[in-house]
């Protein structure tokens, strides 16, 4: 070869790279219109979308979201990091999935509670309810969450344990309060040396950790879940952009994250390091435990193709939240797709991020 094939040549290996790049990331493109188009038109008021695609990474904002590392309220997204930093302990071998709760919540053993196990507070199987009773209540006073939990032992059960599948945030709440006494630490600071540390999630917090208020994006209320204020202005003191809320750490629903910091934490379970858990631990975590005719359940996250978007395998894993976001991961096609917006989940039908989502999973299929 003489020297300007030579050139020519190398020219060409330095220039496929960025170019396969280039094709790769056009792929979420329409993806990214989706959510450009209702933030243009004032539907939504923030949003950022992080798609990362066999090693290829996409980001783009939206709104008031002025960078991909914006903090938005996750919601119920929050419930996989509180199982992630719960099995942080199992993989120390402080506690076993067929435990009792009650080995660990002595006071949670009256009648059928004594037969409910941590396995079944994780996949949503335990009878606990979703909301306590009480819960506008005790938001409306500003309830530290050792009385949500003193509420969620002693709460009604909604059938015998085992039963049947019904989403319970309770239940993971109690997943927390395990955390916590186990390793002697207040939930929120576990969870920051346990998951976003080791993960180098720098824009996390169960809660606000060290951000403020103003630092996160701030969710629209109207048409939001009954249980959050619904949008009604005599709840501000304790809906989801009230500093009560924001601040209290809830480990069912208030955690804060970037979407670029959502996609650090569901990559560990896509390829798992050890930098969290023990592989082992990290698959475990998203393969189904519920039997069949029961909602597919991991532990902490949603799991099968129910999980993600049309077209996504039954690998996949993943979960949403009612302030409008969404995250999910597929092995099959090496996915991961994080929408964070600020439009309530029942909002609107489809949601913008439906449909950025379900464009992720039709251009890698």
């Known amino acids: 070869m003489d020297r300007r094939s030579f050139l020519r040549c190398g020219l060409g290996t330095a220039l496929a790279a960025p170019l396969a790049r280039a094709a790769q990331e056009g792929k979420f493109e329409d993806a990214a219109a989706a959510l450009a188009k209702a933030a243009a038109e004032g539907r939504v008021r923030a949003a950022a979308l992080h798609v990362r695609h066999r090693g290829t990474a996409f980001s ?96 009604p059960l909604l059938f015998e344990p085992g039963a049947k599948y019904s989403y319970s945030s309770m239940g993971i709440l109690l997943a927390s309060e395990i955390a916590r006494r186990i390793s002697g630490t207040e939930f929120a600071d576990f969870v920051d040396a346990a998951v976003f540390r080791p993960l180098e999630m720098r824009r996390s917090a169960m809660g606000l950790g060290r951000f403020k208020l103003e630092e996160t994006m701030r969710a629209q209320t109207e048409n939001a879940a009954p249980e959050s ?16 809320w924001r601040a ?39 393969r189904n ?3 069949e005719g029961f909602a597919p359940r991991g532990l902490g996250f949603g799991a099968g193709s129910g999980a993600g978007s049309p077209g996504c395998s039954e690998r996949t894993f993943g979960h949403t939240g009612s302030s409008g976001t969404l995250a999910w991961a597929d092995p099959a096609t090496d996915t991961t797709c994080v929408v964070l917006t600020t439009l309530p989940a029942a909002a609107a039908s489809p949601h913008p991020r439906k449909l950025a989502s379900d464009l992720v999973a039709k251009a890698v299929s």
């Open 289 to 291: 435990h519920n039997p």
């Open 60 to 155: 783009r904002s939206f709104g008031e979201a002025k960078t991909d590392e914006a903090m938005f309220l996750l919601a119920s997204i929050t419930k996989t990091i509180t199982a992630a930093a719960l099995m942080t302990l199992f993989d120390r071998e402080k506690f076993r999935l067929e435990d009792p709760v009650a080995k660990h919540l002595p006071e949670f053993s009256e009648g059928p509670r004594a037969r409910i196990t941590v396995l079944q507070i994780l996949t949503h199987v335990s009878g606990l309810p979703d909301q306590l009773p009480e819960n506008a209540a005790l938001r409306k006073r500003h309830a530290k969450l050792s009385e949500f939990v003193a509420a969620a032992v002693r709460t």
């Open 248 to 286: 209290l750490g809830a480990p069912w629903g208030t955690a804060h994250g970037s979407a670029p910091d959502v996609a650090r934490f569901l990559a560990e379970f896509l390829h798992p390091s050890g930098r969290l858990m023990k592989p082992e631990t990290a698959r475990l975590m998203v």
């Open 229 to 244: 204020g619904g949008g009604d202005p005599s709840a501000r003191e304790w809906d989801w952009n009230s500093p009560y």
